[in-house]
């Protein structure tokens, strides 16, 4: 979600900086990129380091909190995520958003797109392991009743990326703040701005040709759209 649906990293680095340094810490840019992606619990303990007081569910509380009065005023979407999404709901795929972000958050999130994106939403306190385990890609997968290996997932973060390429669905990194690697276990978008479902389909069958569960003419995949939390 943030990232790759919504632009909201911003939001979050002005949050930690706020937080940490209202408890005499210092927080910089490069701690900032450090903590993109990684799931809300594990963030936290990070914050601690820097001389938070506040418990493990204060602090996430307090940054969704925060992340959401700035989302009210205004909601930064990233170019052609939601035209992808609306091209795909008309086809009649599955779709899931899978983020580290709380429930409730990208469930504001959600409301805001305008029409029925998704069938069903993931959040940090939805699972027990965080990205980069692939748990929150494989229970979105189980929960919509489709093979994860019949699923591609959009991720611009390297936890999120590494999640979903170990749950084994088709994966696509689009970087944002975060630098992304070439390796042949993805492929690297530079943006959704223009991308279809034929784009999609395109590349499926291109990444499950070798498989031997591959299907040369398939129907369309479930897409996972992500991006981790902050």
Do not use: N
Not at 57 to 82: F, H, K, L, N
Not at 146 to 160: F, M, N, R, Y
Not at 214 to 228: F, G
């Amino acid at each position: 979600m943030d990232g790759t649906l919504v632009d909201t990293e911003g939001y979050w680095m002005a949050a930690e900086t706020e937080l940490i340094e209202a408890h005499g810490g210092r927080w910089s840019p490069q701690d900032a990129l450090a903590v993109v992606g990684m799931g809300l619990v594990e963030a936290a303990e990070i914050f601690k380091s820097h001389g938070v007081t506040l418990t493990t569910r204060e602090i996430i509380d307090w940054m969704t909190d925060r992340v959401m009065q700035q989302v009210e005023t205004s909601v930064p979407w990233r170019p052609g995520a939601r035209e992808l999404l609306a091209e795909l709901r008309e086809a009649g795929i599955s779709t899931a958003l899978v983020t580290m972000s709380e429930h409730r958050m990208a469930a504001k999130i959600v409301e805001a797109i305008g029409f029925a994106a998704f069938d069903l939403i993931i959040g940090g306190d939805d699972v027990s392991r965080a990205k980069p385990d692939p748990e929150p890609y494989l229970l979105a997968a189980r929960t919509l009743g489709v093979d994860i290996s019949q699923c591609i997932a959009l991720e611009d973060s390297v936890p999120g990326l590494r999640s979903a390429v170990a749950s084994g669905a088709v994966s696509i990194g689009i970087p944002l703040h975060a630098v992304l690697a070439p390796a042949s276990s993805h492929t690297l978008w530079e943006s959704l701005d223009g991308k279809t479902l034929a784009d999609l389909l395109t590349l499926f069958v291109e990444q499950t040709a070798d498989s031997p569960h591959a299907i040369h003419a398939p129907p369309a995949p479930s897409i996972s759209e992500d991006a981790s939390h902050v």
